[in-house]
């Protein structure tokens, strides 16, 4: 039980590149999200997918689109990166909504640099 | 818009003492989340409370909730260097999503 498992860890691009961050978890949770995590800022949500088949923008989704590709797998691409989008980016999973109070298992992350 | 503000954002403290972590906000939240998380990793939930005025306690750490659920607090008693890390609170939100504080940088000195 791997829990969440993100690739890559670590990635370099140029600006104008683009890319895509996998994100999987083997929880059978229903409920998966993408953070970017800036200094002082805490966790921004970008997108996340109530369930399979369905994706919502959350506070900062320009720039990014996502991909609920099967309940296990959550997808974010960057299109063009920009220096902005330099963060560690956080995937998560829970198995309902946080409403209801449940738990969101994160993965351990992806440390990208946009030069 | 939903907003939690977490005080302090720094904390650098010596081993044994204790320490409170506030985390207020002008909304209404239905339960609110306490994770810890450290360097090189993702956060890792600590605790939830529902009610308003409960209180959890988890070896040293106590956790309340305010009795209007609009801030609680994090107190550490007698702290260790295993203490150390960034505590986040997290306030359900809308119903998918959790709004969360910036985040408090403990550091425990031996």
């Known amino acids: 039980n791997a829990g969440v498992t993100q690739t890559p860890k670590f990635q370099v691009l140029k600006t104008g590149q683009s890319m895509t961050l996998q994100c999987a978890q083997d929880?059978?949770?229903?409920?998966m999200y993408w953070y970017r995590q800036d200094p002082g800022m805490g966790l921004r949500l970008i997108y996340y997918?109530?369930?399979?088949?369905?994706?919502d923008k959350g506070e900062v989704p320009n720039g990014y689109n996502v991909s609920r590709l099967n309940k296990r797998e959550f997808s974010l691409r960057l299109e063009s990166a920009a220096p902005s989008q330099t963060s560690v980016y956080f995937c998560?999973?829970?198995?309902?909504?946080?409403?209801?109070?449940?738990?969101?298992?994160f993965g351990p992350g992806t440390r990208l640099t946009v030069t | 818009t939903q907003l939690l503000e977490q005080s302090p954002q720094f904390l650098s403290i010596q081993e044994g003492e204790n320490l409170t972590v506030y985390c207020n906000s002008s909304?209404?939240?239905?339960?609110l989340q306490w994770y810890r998380q450290e360097p090189g990793e993702g956060p890792v939930l600590l605790v939830t409370?529902?009610?308003g005025g409960e209180v959890k306690k988890l070896k040293r750490l106590t956790f309340q909730f305010g009795d209007a659920r609009k801030d609680s607090s994090l107190h550490i008693t007698a702290a260790q260097p295993g203490d150390t890390g960034l505590y986040l609170c997290?306030?359900?939100?809308?119903?998918?999503?959790?709004?969360w504080g910036a985040g408090t940088k403990l550091i425990i000195k031996p």
């Open positions: 998560a999973s829970s198995e309902a909504a946080a409403r209801a109070g449940y738990e969101q298992y």
């Open positions: 929880m059978n949770h229903n409920s």
């Open positions: 997918s109530a369930s399979e088949g369905t994706t």
């Open positions: 909304s209404v939240f239905s339960s």
């Open positions: 409370v529902v009610t």
């Open positions: 997290a306030g359900a939100g809308s119903n998918y999503q959790l709004i």
